[in-house]
């Protein structure tokens, strides 16, 4: 599996465009905005876009689902229903940053549940449950590579915000020691902010969640 990073809107949203090296199928992960730029990056690394797949319905990682998902005629997977409330109210919530027109809301074709498989080529990746920054986050994992996509669970020195509406402070740390953590320590994970860290380096130096 190849995956290149794409940070996307004045969020700077890590959108990741991740895809089987043997039969060059894809999927973009999170792509957050920017469509055209996104798709000119596909284009040119010969990859075919089969779906999309989303951690959680904030606007900065799902506002170019919608308009990405129409336009290739593509599948979206993600995030798990709990998630809804976010995906129904993501034109409302651009508009208070001035993002007039907004993006639109969608109806996954697929919800995740943790435990499900989602997959593209001859690639698959686990899905795990991670509460806490919203309700219904979940993050994608493949073991054989050590490779994760966490959204916004976990960054490199920090964790998610949990003041938004249904986050949780003490149920994001859970989900980071119950779910990822036993992932392992070499696991390199792609956040969905800023620079990519493993979980190793978390637990040793990250004040939130550090052992």
Not at 36 to 41: H, S, W
Not at 59 to 66: F, Q, Y
């Amino acid at each position: 599996m190849h995956a290149v990073i794409i940070p996307v809107t004045p969020f700077q949203q890590n959108c990741t465009l991740v895809w089987c090296k043997e039969t060059m199928e894809g999927a973009f992960i999170d792509p957050g905005g920017e469509v055209d730029r996104l798709l000119a990056v596909a284009d040119e690394q010969g990859v075919t876009v089969a779906k999309i797949l989303v951690t959680h319905g904030h606007m900065d990682h799902a506002g170019g689902v919608a308009d990405m998902s129409e336009r290739l005629e593509i599948p979206i997977e993600g995030p798990h229903e709990d998630d809804k409330f976010w995906i129904d109210q993501i034109t409302e919530s651009a508009e208070k940053y001035g993002m007039v027109p907004g993006p639109r809301p969608f109806t996954p074709d697929r919800w995740l549940n943790g435990g499900d498989e989602v997959s593209f080529g001859k690639v698959i990746l686990s899905v795990r449950h991670c509460p806490g920054h919203t309700p219904g986050h979940v993050i994608f994992f493949h073991k054989d590579l050590q490779f994760a996509q966490v959204g916004d669970v976990l960054f490199r020195g920090s964790i998610g915000r949990t003041d938004f509406p249904r986050g949780d402070h003490e149920t994001l740390i859970n989900s980071i020691k119950t779910q990822l953590w036993p992932l392992g320590d070499s696991v390199t994970f792609i956040p969905g902010h800023g620079p990519t860290s493993t979980f190793g380096e978390e637990r040793r130096t990250n004040p939130f969640v550090a052992d």
